[in-house]
């Protein structure tokens, strides 16, 4: 066990030292649960995010605020930036100056002043992304696994954009070198976010045509698969748009029955529940995997393509999309069929794993509750963790790093990751603004967020002040 942090040891400090731990909220939310928590433990599954049991005493039970590991920088910083996405007009504003900063030739407005450099790595930079070099990068994702995270989802902010020309043989070498450097960078356990269209113009018509990857593109594509299996390392495909979907469906199945055995998946599919299509695409692809004897890694999100799609593809109404969501992972979670996954063959189930993919707190709410009630009957748990962006919804990571030191006495601390990019300033911030021009809809949703913050920013200072008057 690690050693106690310097919180812990009262006797060596002031109350006015005191105060300001409660104020930057030093106590994270790992470090509070060794304390009232036994070490006893039960896992549940070989999976490396399978969920560990945990006894309490329940007399040492203490309703914690889950933002309460988050240092006061992060939650400012947070509130800042979610006031800015949460406001359509705002939004659009800072876009439209951080394209400009990004394209600028004169060095004075430009990323190359290093005042306006400062400025962009403490806010936008820092919320979202993990660093430039390999020192920086495991420094911020050793300090996600100090607030009680897993481990990161680590994506590459280099990108391959669409109507670019290229060669194929060297994008698909830059492809193929970031891939392996990212599984450098990243630690056993964790998960690299990827995109096969990344290869290339090339690749990116291969997946349009539903064609094969070509033999270059198979050959990096095998080379990747073994180099993360061998560092216990999983891969998350990112979903495409429908142009190119089956094919990228395919090509992520490919890979999935040379390296998913033995109940483990070293590649996953993202499958967006705001198309009609996927309950019947899911179903078909869990009756391949039972067929063909491999685990299926299944990762749920709502969707990124809103603008872009067309709209006879999606799901009628938000309504629509959040109960396939939920009806999905419901039936993920207790590996049986339902009315919304339905079984294109034999009804008996394939190894799944799962990630959970969501910022939405009541299908979260769900999922936990569901996992729950099993734990409670000891029924076998699917394999599954839970997954956010960095910089974004905190208080939804948060209250299932804390749900276990509040609801039950034998319960189920989840696997929950934070998904970080890595890259230089320029690339991340490229990055972030095709991301945010993606996501218009779940950037201006942000406001619950903001709200979080704002109330545990008044929490502290609350906190703080009746900790002063009973001195």
């Excluded at 403490?122 to 897993?150: M, P």
């Excluded at 064609?211 to 390392?233: F, G, L, R, T, W």
């Excluded at 049986?336 to 794993?353: E, H, R, T, W």
Aim: hydrophobic share 40%; net charge positive; glycine share 4%.
């Amino acid at each position: 066990m690690a050693s106690l942090p310097r919180a812990f040891a009262p006797l060596q400090r002031s109350s006015g030292a005191k105060t300001l731990s409660k104020l930057r909220g030093d106590l994270t939310q790992a470090e509070c649960r060794r304390l009232i928590h036994s070490s006893k433990q039960r896992e549940v599954s070989a999976s490396p995010f399978a969920a560990d049991y945990r006894h309490r005493e329940q007399s040492l039970q203490k309703k914690v605020s889950g933002l309460a590991s988050l240092p006061v920088s992060q939650i400012l910083r947070t509130y800042l930036i979610t006031s800015i996405s949460s406001s359509p007009a705002l939004l659009d504003a800072s876009s439209s100056l951080l394209r400009r900063l990004i394209d600028s030739d004169n060095s004075l407005a430009s990323l190359d002043n290093p005042v306006l450099r400062a400025v962009l790595w403490e806010t936008f930079y820092k919320q979202f992304c993990a660093g430039e070099t390999a020192e920086q990068i495991s420094s911020s994702c050793e300090a996600l696994r100090q607030q009680g995270y897993a481990g990161v989802i680590l994506e590459y902010a280099r990108e391959v954009l669409k109507d670019a020309d290229g060669c194929e043989a060297e994008d698909v070498l830059a492809w193929h070198t970031g891939m392996l450097k990212s599984i450098q960078l990243a630690a056993p356990g964790d998960f690299l976010g990827l995109k096969w269209s990344g290869m290339g113009a090339a690749a990116l018509k291969r997946l349009a045509a539903r064609q094969d990857p070509s033999p270059a593109m198979h050959d990096a594509m095998v080379s990747v698969c073994e180099a993360a299996s061998a560092k216990s390392i999983a891969l998350l495909p990112s979903a495409e748009e429908t142009s190119t979907l089956q094919g990228y469906f395919a090509w992520s199945l490919m890979m999935q029955r040379l390296f998913n055995r033995a109940g483990k998946s070293v590649v996953y599919n993202t499958y967006q529940a705001y198309l009609r299509q996927i309950p019947e695409t899911l179903g078909k692809h869990l009756e391949v995997a039972k067929q063909d004897g491999f685990t299926l890694g299944v990762k749920m999100v709502r969707g990124a393509y809103l603008s872009s799609e067309e709209r006879s593809l999606l799901q009628p109404s938000i309504e629509a999309t959040h109960a396939a969501y939920d009806g999905i992972s419901a039936a993920l979670i207790h590996r049986k069929y339902n009315d919304v996954l339905q079984s294109s063959g034999s009804s008996a189930f394939p190894d799944v794993n799962v990630v959970l993919a969501t910022h939405n707190a009541e299908s979260v709410r769900k999922a936990r509750e569901a996992r729950q009630r099993q734990a409670d009957q000891d029924q076998e748990l699917t394999p599954l963790c839970f997954a956010q962006l960095q910089g974004m919804a905190d208080e939804v990571s948060c209250s299932l790093l804390a749900a276990a030191d509040r609801d039950h006495s034998q319960a189920i601390v989840e696997k929950v990751y934070k998904c970080t990019t890595w890259g230089t300033m320029t690339e991340c911030l490229n990055y972030l603004l095709r991301r945010a021009a993606e996501n218009k809809d779940a950037a201006s949703r942000t406001a619950d967020s903001r709200r979080a913050m704002q109330a545990e920013l008044f929490r502290r200072v609350r906190e703080v002040f009746s900790i002063k008057a009973s001195q």
